[in-house]
């Protein structure tokens, strides 16, 4: 079955960086769209990034320029780069598949001094 870990969340300051990594299986990962989507306390979720299965890549506007998707499919592994980390990032982010089927359980990033 379809399964997505999430992983690399953690507690940073107000302009520090992080990569979050979500580990894919049970699909053949490289074909497929990914997604990356962030839910910040008491908000609704909010689409962050994409990736086509050819690489191109797609942001939200209040994320461009700080934010990088990637993915390598030999290791069947989505990324995002965080920089420049803001504490209107904190949330719990998402990785999601191509139509947002499936899930992660999603990683907890905390921008906090």
């Known amino acids: 079955q379809v399964q997505l870990v999430e992983s690399g969340g953690g507690l940073v300051q107000p302009g520090g960086s992080l990569r979050l990594s979500c580990a894919a299986s049970g699909f053949i990962f490289s074909n497929y769209w990914m997604n990356w989507v962030r839910q910040a306390p008491g908000k609704g979720l909010e689409w962050v990034s994409a990736?086509?299965?050819?690489?191109?890549?797609h942001y939200a506007d209040s994320v461009k320029g700080r934010f990088t998707i990637s993915r390598d499919n030999a290791k069947n592994t989505l990324y995002l780069q965080i920089d420049t980390l803001k504490p209107e990032d904190t949330a719990v982010y998402y990785c999601?598949?191509?139509?947002?089927?499936?899930w992660g359980q999603g990683t907890q990033v905390t921008v906090s001094s």
């Open positions: 990736i086509s299965s050819g690489g191109s890549t």
């Open positions: 999601a598949n191509e139509l947002l089927q499936y």
